[in-house]
């Protein structure tokens, strides 16, 4: 085996990575700043410095930086050597002559990467006796905080910023000891990634603004391995908590998903968990409530006590399900009304979409892609979905792709591709296929070879047409005009010519053809014998979790509640007038005897029930989600549960009038899942049980270093309190537990000795910026089958609008569609009022210009909105902004008057 | 004997009558050479360079035959030619000369360097502060271009070449050949990694590009003239053609002057050409090369053995001024900025000077040379304001220590040099200074800032 050298040991020589990388990860210390796994190396630090010898003969040797080093065999390198020690340590001398002596009260301390370094090079005396450099910080919007003083100019920020996630209003400015990281002018960063900054940044110039509003130090917070509650796609996150409630959000490394990058919603959305509009308290009928004494809640015995009651009288029973409500609350309230009477809580078209979007992927010849499947395609064609805001982090890792190609061709000049500037500059502006077919521009449009822009049925066709050009087997698409054919014929060409070609779609457009065409796209691919990747974009966190439960449409249930079949209904996490129209949902609640309405947050449902649960929300539930890639993920509650607060599945499990039949753990839930849905059995191997113990010991929840444990509570108690007991999971909330690195399911923590900050996770991984140690979570559910499948062909006509009439698009927001996010004040900020948005065509024909109100009928109830001109809207469509209450409950697709 | 000045670039310049246009230049056979060189196969031009051995004028003097060999034609990519004409060296102010006074000859000199590469385009990149520079070049080239000289089809010979004149926004570093690139290409000019690209195979737009200093772009032309064999008979072997020096400080005539390379001392050069130092004053030190190059001391002795063998023992002004035997003392030739400073030069305003310059210009890419350059600048300031500390001359010498060859580009050097030979030279010096200033800092008080 070829071998290398540090510091007179040999290892195995990895060519394809740089010696900075292969020093950590057999777990050697050496410092750096500027480079980062995902980054690759510019060498601007000079920090991780060693001296290189040529050879055995060699005793001179000369200095340089391990990280510009790729490790190839023979390599002999000292990282214990004398004078690279020295030198390093002068690295951190000079960064430290202008940084701050902040860090008792800087943001960063204790999480701090430079920290880190200036300890491990043993920097402690001060020599630059002058005053330091100061800067103007900037506000940047109501994620970021910026200390522009602490900078040490690494350029990790624009390099992820703007190299990476295609960010352009971030830049370095002005040059020598002066160089500046931040915007042209004050305001917000437009990008959706922004809030990796903080991790990114190895020190506190970029530091999480919302954990500003309730600080707490690392050390000092509770957290738990959790998922991402605010998309599809099922991104590993780590929750942080102290004094009852979520203090942030950080990134939890899985390679396969969202490796180091979260996006600003899943990041900043956790505000809404800590709002007074969470429910704390059940809520019973005014009659029993009268019975407690002077204002008390009522407990949660009571409650149950209460609904149970209300059961046994009962004259029908019936369950509303959720797509944002884990697999396991779902399956409970399934299992307590029967499989007749529960509902999925889905409205009738989106509920076939969803049957629709699975039916194609199980038993589907393409793979359903991860994250990093789609960063490494080499060909995307997206159909219809705006990523950036339905599935932003997915936009990301298609950013990415676009690369593949170049690379591939860059690799002919011989250098390594973590040479990130070199690479840059080989590749200029060389960029690898990628087609977008969507309404409206996109956020990712700049990264696109070509882009369409028109209506739902349009879009679909072009699909239609795409697949046709791959395969002549799938249907033609009738009176094509020649554009569409051309472009579609270029997409088919580049996906055909890819090694990894990849087809992107989803339901955000409430379009069924539009699902069809992407599967045509995948699977005529396969035909043709590319082994090609289809993904769908779907709704909400658990969509495909619900949908695998089966469930009837919403509209049956209000039918039933109609023919009087039903008096009293469970809702489960789930604001119906989001779903149906209000006027429907206003009669189905009129019609109902008793409505027992589950959830976490106060809304327009919570407000018509008899009975509300208060239900934890994921970031303190322990559950089951399943994402849109297909992949079942557990997430644990960052916080012990404060009776009377518990998660859905708890509540459901109670309410069981058969004791016998009663569940009363998750894993009992699971176990009953697996029963009756064999193919969620996985969903039990998504983490390790209760059970499940590291030298005898579960894992802790605190760090070593937790304090307060007794002031935290000295209002209450100056005795320490008993730690709660968490029956469910491996893990403790206390700082009591394992010290062994558990497995990545339960990580709590990235930390190491000497490694306080997110960095620390270089000792979690198998090596630097490879899978996490002992597997990546998660159990995939859906896999490729090489079954012969019929393809679609239900094409829908070619669009044609009407006079007075308008095809109503919804157009989805990153910070603002997403149901429990947008109340995040934060994310609020972020969120643009509600607007119709028109085409430059439609609004000239109207006499309409930006700003002024539009009335549109819909469902002969006029909607008058603000008009924003969008110019690459196709004439005929408006826009709505999905996910604003204002247009709540509008089933798709549908047609509007203009008034 | 007063040495005589060899002027083969400066031939014409500052001669009573003669202008910077066209027709000037052509009266006094301009041109002649381009229409010669044309005609000949472009691989027997880069031959002749070859065998001048001509070198870099630009600071590093590496020969251009060799740069232009290494220039990877094979890759069916356009080669590229850029004129360095960032002249930002303090201490250097020849290229200015050429620019203002004979810009044709610097035309014809790169119309030539492109043919002889092959090069389709040629970049002139001038620095910032030459905006009268930049308006004469555009002149020289569209007289050049109305005359055939430049654009299609020259002078009838099927070849087309483009010269364009690109102004930089003012920054040292950009006369650092990959930092010229990036900027030239629309970025930040932040100097490349080398490796794993050199310019010669992928430079300016991943394309193989030759970039060369003004005057040696000049020199390219008498070459061709004389032919290399010829001309490599000037000046001394391995240092062949003549040199511009330009001489600054405490001498009597500072100027710009032309020698055939070696053929005279320093101390010929500063008191037979220079009309030697003011009355009553002695030399200190010389700084040979422009401010980034080691100082020499006066009094210094220098022994040592040659490239060729030869040993050698020096005084400061015997030293000659060729590329090989500036480094051989431990200095270099560099852009040809010699700075004499006489006795009345306090060394540590001199250092503090430079210093300020390097700090400033930092481009502020990678961490020693932004940090150090500034910090040492620092040091200085408070040495020459008066309030310098015990420990500065140790720290000085320390941070300087630290920065040279552990930087991205030779910037590192650059700043880190002065300080380095400065204050190993002229230690006594600084500690006086430094022991005085520190003493009255303890009774007023200045030595209890705080180590915050």
């Known amino acids: ?899 | 004997m007063p040495v005589q000045e060899t002027r083969l670039i400066f031939k014409h310049i500052d001669a009573a009558g003669y202008t910077n246009d066209l027709d000037c230049y052509l009266r006094h056979g301009g041109y002649e050479i381009l229409r010669k060189a044309v005609q000949q196969k472009p691989e027997e031009l880069c031959e002749e360079v070859m065998k001048s051995g001509v070198r870099g004028r630009g600071g590093a003097g590496f020969p251009c035959g060799m740069k232009w060999k290494f220039l990877d034609r094979k890759s069916g990519k356009p080669i590229y030619l850029i004129c360095n004409a960032d002249e930002s060296e303090p201490g250097t102010f020849k290229d200015r000369q050429i620019i203002h006074k004979d810009p044709h000859q610097l035309i014809e000199g790169i119309l030539i360097s492109c043919y002889a590469i092959q090069a389709k385009t040629a970049f002139i990149y001038i620095r910032g502060e030459f905006p009268e520079g930049a308006r004469i070049l555009e002149r020289a080239i569209e007289e050049a271009r109305s005359k055939n000289l430049c654009g299609d089809n020259i002078l009838g010979s099927g070849y087309s070449v483009e010269i364009f004149v690109h102004r930089g926004a003012g920054a040292y570093i950009c006369g650092e050949e990959t930092g010229l690139i990036e900027s030239l290409e629309g970025k930040r000019p932040y100097p490349r990694i080398k490796p794993p690209f050199f310019p010669a195979v992928l430079g300016l737009y991943q394309c193989p590009t030759a970039v060369n200093n003004v005057e040696t772009l000049c020199h390219v032309k008498h070459v061709i003239d004389m032919g290399g064999e010829e001309y490599a008979k000037i000046g001394t072997p391995g240092n062949s053609g003549t040199r511009i020096l330009c001489v600054s400080g405490h001498v009597q005539k500072p100027g710009y002057y032309e020698f055939a390379c070696g053929d005279l001392t320093l101390g010929q050069l500063i008191h037979d050409v220079c009309g030697g130092l003011r009355p009553g004053r002695s030399l200190k030190a010389v700084i040979p090369g422009g401010s980034s190059a080691k100082i020499l001391r006066a009094g210094e002795r220098y022994t040592g053995k040659l490239k060729d063998g030869s040993s050698f023992d020096w005084g400061l002004e015997d030293i000659p001024m060729d590329f090989d035997s500036l480094m051989a003392v431990g200095s270099m030739a560099g852009s040809g900025g010699v700075i004499v400073m006489d006795d009345s030069t306090d060394m540590v305003e001199a250092l503090a000077n430079i210093n300020a310059f390097y700090a400033h210009e930092s481009c502020g890419q990678c961490t020693p040379c932004r940090e150090g350059s500034l910090w040492m600048k620092k040091i200085t300031t408070r040495m020459s304001h008066g309030q310098a500390r015990q420990e500065d001359v140790d720290l000085l010498g320390n941070v300087a220590d630290q920065i040279a060859g552990r930087t991205i580009c030779a910037f590192g050097e650059a700043c880190s040099w002065p300080t380095q030979s400065f204050v190993l030279k002229f230690r006594d010096e600084f500690l006086n200074k430094a022991r005085a200033q520190a003493g009255a800092a303890s009774t007023n008080g200045n030595g209890a800032v705080p180590l915050i």
């Open chain 1, 1 to 899: 085996m070829p071998t290398l050298t540090i510091d007179g040991v040999a290892y195995p020589a990895e060519p394809q990575k740089n010696l900075l990388q292969v020093s950590l990860s057999h777990g050697l210390d050496l410092p750096y700043f500027c480079w980062h796994p995902a980054l690759g190396s510019v060498g601007a630090c000079r920090q991780c410095a060693v001296r290189q010898y040529r050879d055995e003969n060699d005793s001179r040797g000369q200095i340089v930086m391990a990280c510009m080093v790729p490790a190839t065999p023979g390599t002999r390198i000292a990282i214990e050597d004398e004078e690279a020690r020295l030198f390093r340590k002068s690295v951190i001398e000079w960064l430290m002559t202008n940084h701050p002596h902040d860090c008792p009260v800087c943001d960063e301390g204790g999480e701090c990467h430079l920290q880190d370094m200036t300890v491990m090079t043993g920097h402690c005396t001060r020599r630059h006796r002058f005053p330091k450099r100061t800067f103007t910080n900037q506000y940047l919007g109501p994620f970021i905080n910026h200390e522009m003083n602490r900078c040490i100019q690494c350029y990790r920020c624009v390099r992820f910023y703007r190299d990476y996630a295609g960010g352009r209003d971030l830049d370095a400015f002005a040059s020598r000891n002066h160089v500046y990281f931040g915007r042209s002018e004050d305001g917000a960063l437009e990008n959706e990634f922004s809030g990796n900054l903080i991790e990114v940044c190895p020190t506190g110039v970029f530091t999480d603004r919302t954990l500003k509003n309730h600080y707490t130090r690392k050390w000092d917070l509770q957290s738990a391995p959790s998922i991402c509650p605010h998309c599809s796609l099922g991104c590993n996150t780590l929750v942080g908590a102290r004094y009852g409630g979520v203090r942030r959000v950080l990134n939890r490394y899985h390679h396969h998903i969202n490796g180091y990058f979260l996006c600003d919603r899943g990041r900043f959305a956790y505000e809404f968990a800590n709002l007074p509009i969470r429910l704390r308290h059940p809520v019973l009928p005014r009659p029993a409530a009268a019975k407690d004494g002077a204002g008390r809640p009522p407990t949660a015995a009571e409650a149950i006590a209460a609904i149970r009651t209300r059961l046994r009288r009962s004259r029908g029973l019936i369950g509303i399900g959720s797509p944002r409500a884990s697999l396991e609350s779902n399956y409970a309230l399934r299992r307590l009304v029967g499989p007749d009477r529960y509902f999925s809580g889905l409205p009738q078209g989106e509920s076939r979409l969803i049957a629709v979007a699975l039916d194609i992927l199980r038993d589907s010849p393409a793979r359903s892609p991860s994250l990093r499947e789609i960063a490494e395609a080499d060909a995307v064609l997206v159909l219809g979905e705006d990523l950036t805001q339905t599935a932003p982090r997915m936009a990301l890792a298609v950013r990415q792709s676009i690369l593949q190609a170049p690379a591939a061709r860059v690799a002919a000049l011989n250098f390594p591709g973590w040479m990130a500037h070199a690479f840059q500059n080989a590749v200029q502006d060389d960029r690898g296929p990628l087609f977008i077919a969507s309404v409206d521009a996109t956020r990712l449009d700049d990264a696109a070879t070509a882009v369409l822009h028109a209506p739902p049925a349009d879009l679909a066709r072009f699909g239609f047409a795409v697949a046709h050009a791959i395969d002549p087997e799938a249907p033609p698409v009738p009176d094509l005009d020649p554009e569409t054919a051309d472009l579609a014929n270029r997409a088919a060409e580049a996906l055909l010519a890819a090694d990894r070609p990849l087809v992107l779609s989803g339901t955000s457009l409430h379009h069924e053809a539009l699902l069809g065409a992407a599967a045509n796209c995948g699977w005529a691919l396969c035909r043709r014998g590319r082994p090609a990747g289809l993904g769908l974009v779907v709704p909400e966190a658990n969509t495909f979790g619900a949908g695998l439960l089966g469930g009837r449409p919403l509209r049956e249930a209000y039918e039933l509640v109609e023919s009087h079949q039903a008096d009293t209904a469970v809702i489960l996490e789930n604001d119906l007038y989001r779903r149906s129209h209000g006027t429907d949902v206003d009669r189905f609640f009129d019609r109902l005897e008793t409505t027992i309405v589950l959830d976490a947050v106060q809304t327009a449902t919570t407000a018509r029930a008899d009975i509300l649960l208060p239900a934890a929300p994921a970031s303190e539930s322990q559950g089951t989600f399943i994402s849109q890639e297909g992949r079942a993920q557990r997430f644990f509650p960052v916080l012990p549960p404060t009776d009377p607060v518990a998660e859905s599945w708890r509540w459901l499990g109670h309410l069981h009038p058969d004791e016998a039949r009663a569940l009363r753990s998750q894993e009992a839930m699971l176990i009953a899942i697996a029963a009756e849905f064999p193919f969620l059995a996985g969903a039990r191997e998504a983490a390790p049980s209760a059970t499940f113990r590291l030298n005898g010991a579960a894992v802790p929840r605190s760090s070593r270093r937790f304090s307060g444990r007794t002031a935290i509570h000295a209002h209450l108690s100056v005795h320490e309190p008993k730690p709660p007991e968490d029956s469910e999971a491996p893990l403790t909330f206390s700082m009591e537990g394992t010290t062994t690195a558990p497995p990545a399911a339960l990580v709590t923590h990235y930390w190491a000795p000497g490694w306080n900050s997110v960095q620390a996770l270089n000792k979690f991984q198998d090596e630097v910026g490879g899978p996490n140690r002992g597997g990546d979570p998660g159990i995939r559910l859906i896999e490729p089958r090489n079954v012969p499948r019929a393809y679609h062909n239900a094409i829908p006509p070619a669009f044609n609008s009407r006079e007075g009439l308008c095809t109503l698009v919804p157009l989805h927001h990153s910070f603002g569609s997403e149901e429990l996010s947008r109340l995040a004040p934060a994310i609020a900020k972020r969120t643009p009022p509600a607007a119709f948005s028109l085409s430059p065509a439609d609004a000239r024909e109207r006499g309409l210009g930006e700003g002024d109100t539009l009335s549109i009928r819909i469902y002969g109830r006029p909607v008058r909105l603000p008009v924003r001109i969008h110019p690459q809207l196709p004439r005929g469509c408006v826009g709505f902004p999905a996910g604003w209450p204002d247009l709540a409950g509008i089933h798709l697709p549908t047609e509007g008057h203009f008034e």
